[in-house]
């Protein structure tokens, strides 16, 4: 992004592995940002193939306290047209073969997954895009698939039937874990198509998808631009409080090796 000062890229090992890629570091207006490529620079990840983990872990690890996720949708609303803006409030898992917690191997939590989305990133990306003169959805159900395939038509109908809104394939697990994590999500999606439930439409295409995509490049850009440097210091919301009374098993009984595989995450809460 144009203005971003002070760039380096640091590639780290985190207990899940290497992130997607090297992670950029720099400030953009005196705010200290980071950016991580989740399909590797050139697209080499598929969704399902994405290591959510150890990219979550280690946007963590630099003291990331705040996740906007810039990503492509498809819309399952006659009212969400392609270029379209949507942040969604809500979520519907349709993944199967995704690592969607830190926890396991001896240590168990349980967070709450009512309230998906930060609040605070919500409303203050809905200004942002607005102030940019985006048309802009300020709520909306995402449906998560699988992927790497587009739906039939029977599943788009069904997402419809369900009062979904949008559909794609990166929001989860990264939602999950980015709350296990402590940290604010939220999501700047671009609307690229109309799945395949609209009759009128010739069905999605990569090249459909990565057109729209590039024609919204710049629009993001500027809401980045005027979001990030607004972001309060301070968090009001509780999403850094999140794993607080939720770790289930015993101190005395997780296995050293879980404690610090996870002790960026746990250790405040295990005296």
């Known amino acids: 992004m144009d203005g971003l000062q002070s760039a380096e890229e640091i590639f780290p090992d985190t207990p899940f592995g290497k992130p997607s890629d090297a992670i950029v570091t720099g400030t953009l207006d005196g705010v200290g940002v980071s950016f991580l490529p989740r399909h590797g620079k050139g697209h080499r990840f598929s969704p399902s193939e994405i290591p959510a983990r150890a990219n979550i872990y280690a946007l963590k690890a630099l003291g990331v306290q705040r996740i906007i996720s810039v990503s492509a949708v498809g819309s399952l609303r006659e009212d969400i047209r392609p270029l379209d803006m949507v942040i969604p ?135 980045l631009g005027d979001v990030i440097p607004r972001l309060s210091e301070q968090r009001s919301c509780s999403c850094g409080s999140s794993l607080e009374n939720t770790i289930i098993t015993a101190g005395e009984v997780i296995p050293p090796e879980a404690r610090k595989r996870l002790a960026l995450l746990v250790d405040k809460y295990l005296l």
């Open 89 to 223: 409030d809500q979520i519907i898992d349709r993944t199967r073969s995704r690592a969607s917690t830190f926890f396991g191997d001896g240590i168990v939590a349980h967070v709450g997954f009512a309230e998906p989305f930060c609040p605070y990133m919500t409303e203050i990306l809905h200004s942002g895009a607005e102030k940019m003169g985006a048309r802009v959805h300020s709520q909306g159900t995402y449906v998560v698939m699988e992927g790497p395939q587009f739906s039939t038509k029977a599943e788009s109908h069904l997402y419809r039937s369900w009062g979904a809104d949008v559909i794609g394939m990166t929001a989860l697990p990264e939602a999950k874990l980015a709350r296990e994590a402590e940290i604010c999500y939220s999501i700047l999606a671009c609307s690229t198509d109309y799945d395949c439930w609209q009759e009128s439409e010739v069905p999605v295409t990569v090249e459909m998808v990565v057109g729209n995509l590039n024609k919204n490049i710049a629009l993001s850009k500027a809401i």
